[in-house]
């Protein structure tokens, strides 16, 4: 997780800078789902209804403009299944909000689906190459 990882970077910084915490990508299945232990809980619909995360994530990084990025991303809500925390696109390197300027985007997506809490992030790519 995105989060995790930035605050374990800074723990380590702080309290062992000798020590570099390497990122390693996320892990799909093949529908795109984001491996997790968690997902072993989710029945079938449970698990079909979990790949609208990763549609808006994909859906999102295909956009250069962030008000298309933000569309695409709120159609985690289309699925009465999930439940959604939060579904936001920030700069990876404060944790603000995004605006056009970011130059690095993230999108970030936390939600429940039959009592399973589920979070997936994706860099949006374009934003990357533009900036």
């Known amino acids: 997780d995105f989060q995790q990882l930035a605050l374990i ?5 702080s309290r062992h800078p000798e020590i570099e915490i390497i990122a390693a990508p996320t892990i799909r299945e093949s529908s795109g789902l984001a491996l997790s232990s968690r997902n ?3 029945n079938d619909v449970g698990r079909e209804a979990a790949e609208i995360i ?3 994530l994909r859906a999102a990084s295909d956009h250069d403009s962030l008000k ?5 991303l709120e159609k985690v809500k289309s ?3 999930f439940t959604l925390d939060y579904a936001d696109i ?5 944790f603000e909000i995004a605006t056009d300027e970011t130059a ?4 970030l997506v936390a939600g429940w689906i ?3 809490r589920l979070i997936d992030n994706m860099a949006m790519k374009r934003a990357l190459v533009r900036s």
């Open 104 to 107: 690095r985007k993230r999108a």
């Open 114 to 116: 039959d009592g399973i």
């Open 90 to 94: 920030i700069d990876e390197d404060t």
């Open 40 to 42: 072993v809980r989710l």
């Open 9 to 13: 970077r800074t723990m380590a910084e």
């Open 79 to 81: 699925e009465s299944r």
């Open 54 to 56: 990763s549609r808006a």
């Open 68 to 72: 298309d990025m933000k569309i695409e």
